[in-house]
C-alpha cells in the first residue's frame, strides 16, 4: 500500500518484520511487528498539555489478544470479546515495566500504549512482540521516549540457546526468560528455569542481548528512514543547591531510618524526616510547592537506598545483599476446606 514502510531484521533464523503507515495513521506513533505468521499491532497516543495537580506519570499500556487473531470466535452463549485475561493484563504490565523509566522525569502528559494480537500462527508466545512493537511505535512518535529497546524470549533445548522458542521447544527448556534492554544496558527480565547455575544464566543474558542489539539499530534505522532526526531527550537533574540543602538535613537520619527492620517503624521514622524536611525547604524556598517538594525527596531516597547497596552492602530494612526475609507456611488453616495454606516472606 502506498505509504507503507517496512523493515526487518533476522533473529534467529525467523525475520522479524516492523511495518509502519498503515494503520492508524492519526496515531502518534503505529507499527505491526511480526515474527513468522504472529503479528502485533501497537498505536500509542499523547495529550499536548501535561495533566494538572500530579506527580506520577500517567502511562497506560493495555493488550488484548483477538480470537480472530487465530481464526476464531468466542464460544458459548457470549460470543464478544470479554474483560482482559489474566494473560493479557500481565502481557501488558510486561510491556509497561521496561519503557515506563524511559520517559523523562517531569513528563506528566497522558501517554496511552494500546497492542493487539491480530495474526497468530499459534506457535510461540507474542508477548515479546508486543514489547517491541510498543518501543518502536513510541521511537518513531514525536513523545519524549528516551528509547528504543528490544524485547526476546530465550530458552535452552539440548545445551543449544533457542531465541524465541516454540511452545513445543519452552516445554523441553531449561530455562524460560523474557529479556529487554537498552543499547549496552539490562532493563529487565522474567521467567523461571531448573536451577541452571549462574555462568548459565549470564551466558542467557548475554545471548539474549546479542538478538535485542538487532531490533534496536532496526528502530533507529527505520526513524532514521522515515526522514525524523534522532531523538535527543536527557533528564533534568533536581536543583544542586536545593539537593545539598537536603543531604545536610536529612541524608544522615534518612540513610538510618531506611534499614529500621520493622516496616511501620521503617515508614513512620521516613514520614516524619519528610515533613521536616518539608518544612525547611518551605521556609528557604517559598515557591517550591508540594509536588516539587515530592520530587525532591524521591531523588534523596533514591540516592541514599542506592548509597546504603553500594557502600554498606546493605538494602531497605537492613537486610545483606544475599539475605533473604524469614519465610513462614502453614496448612489446615481452615478445618472445613481442603487445602487451606498461608504462606508469608518477612
Request: glycine share 8%.
Amino acid at each position: 500500500m502506498q505509504g507503507t514502510k517496512q523493515f526487518k531484521v533476522d533473529i534467529a533464523g525467523t525475520d522479524l518484520v516492523i511495518e509502519t503507515g498503515l494503520l492508524a495513521q492519526q496515531a502518534a506513533g503505529a507499527v505491526t511487528v511480526s515474527y513468522g505468521d504472529t503479528t502485533v499491532f501497537t498505536a500509542v497516543t499523547n495529550t499536548d498539555t501535561p495533566r494538572e495537580g500530579i506527580d506520577f506519570f500517567p502511562l497506560q499500556c493495555e493488550y488484548r489478544e483477538k480470537f480472530y487473531a487465530a481464526g476464531k470466535f468466542p464460544g458459548g452463549f457470549f460470543k464478544r470479546e470479554a474483560r482482559p485475561t489474566s494473560k493479557e493484563i500481565l502481557t501488558a504490565r510486561m510491556c509497561d515495566r521496561p519503557i515506563r523509566p524511559l520517559f523523562p522525569e517531569g513528563y506528566y502528559n497522558d501517554v496511552q500504549v494500546n497492542s493487539t494480537l491480530i495474526q497468530s500462527d499459534c506457535t510461540r508466545e507474542a508477548d515479546f512482540l508486543a514489547v517491541n512493537a510498543a518501543s518502536a511505535a513510541l521511537h518513531i512518535s514525536e513523545i519524549p521516549f528516551m528509547g528504543p529497546i528490544g524485547c526476546v524470549r530465550i530458552g535452552r533445548v539440548d545445551g543449544q540457546w533457542i531465541i524465541n522458542p516454540t511452545h513445543e521447544q519452552k516445554a523441553k527448556s531449561d530455562i524460560d526468560l523474557l529479556y529487554a534492554g537498552l543499547r549496552g544496558k539490562f532493563l529487565m527480565m522474567e521467567g523461571s528455569a531448573s536451577e541452571i547455575s549462574d555462568e548459565d544464566f549470564i551466558a542467557a543474558l548475554k545471548r539474549a542481548h546479542e538478538e535485542v542489539e538487532k531490533i534496536i539499530d532496526l528502530q533507529i534505522e527505520m526513524r532514521r528512514a522515515l526522514g525524523k532526526p534522532d531523538k535527543v531527550i536527557k533528564d533534568v537533574p533536581q536543583p544542586a543547591d536545593k539537593m545539598d540543602f537536603m543531604r545536610k538535613e536529612g541524608g544522615e537520619a534518612l540513610a538510618a531510618a531506611l534499614l529500621i527492620k520493622g516496616k511501620l517503624e521503617r515508614q513512620g521514622k521516613v514520614s516524619a524526616i519528610k515533613e521536616d524536611l518539608l518544612k525547611k525547604v518551605a521556609e528557604k524556598w517559598p515557591e517550591v510547592d508540594a509536588v516539587g517538594f515530592v520530587h525532591l525527596f524521591d531523588a534523596l531516597e533514591i540516592e541514599t537506598v542506592r548509597k546504603n547497596v553500594l557502600e554498606k552492602g546493605l538494602r531497605i530494612d537492613g537486610r545483606a545483599q544475599h539475605e533473604i526475609r524469614p519465610l513462614s507456611a502453614q496448612v489446615g488453616v481452615l478445618p472445613r476446606l481442603h487445602g487451606s495454606a498461608i504462606f508469608s516472606r518477612g
